[in-house]
């Protein structure tokens, strides 16, 4: 049974980081590329961040483009997300996902299978 696990939300103010981390287990975690998504209330699912299954490659929604850096460290299952210089906007709840196949886009929510429960990140002006 897969199992995703973010972490590392909080409150924190205009300008100011937060980590997340996800811990996925009951998949060969190094086979998945991995994204990270957000959800404000009353708004769709958006797409964040996206990693390949070696990290080689990245990408970025245009919004946090500079700002937040998705990292993975296979060894430990692990998947990332560094925000910086956060902003209200960013207020959200962000969940990470694995991507169903590596042949498929990676910003369509509806191309990820495996999902966390999320967590929430309140950003304060």
């Known amino acids: 049974q897969v199992q995703l696990v973010e972490s590392g939300g909080g409150l924190v103010q205009a300008g100011g980081s937060l980590r997340l981390s996800c811990a996925a287990s009951g998949l060969t975690f190094s086979s998945y590329a991995m994204g990270w998504f957000r959800q404000a209330p009353e708004k769709a699912r958006e797409f964040v961040a996206h990693?390949?299954?070696?990290?080689?490659?990245?990408y970025y929604a245009d919004s946090v483009k500079g700002r937040f850096t998705i990292s993975r460290d296979n060894a430990k299952n692990t998947v990332y997300l560094q925000m910086n210089s956060l902003n209200p906007e960013d207020t959200a709840v962000y969940y990470c996902a694995a991507l169903r196949s590596s042949v498929l886009a990676y910003a369509p929510p509806t191309n990820y299978g495996s999902w966390g429960q999320g967590t929430q990140v309140t950003v304060s002006s």
């Open positions: 990693i390949s299954r070696s990290g080689g490659n990245t």
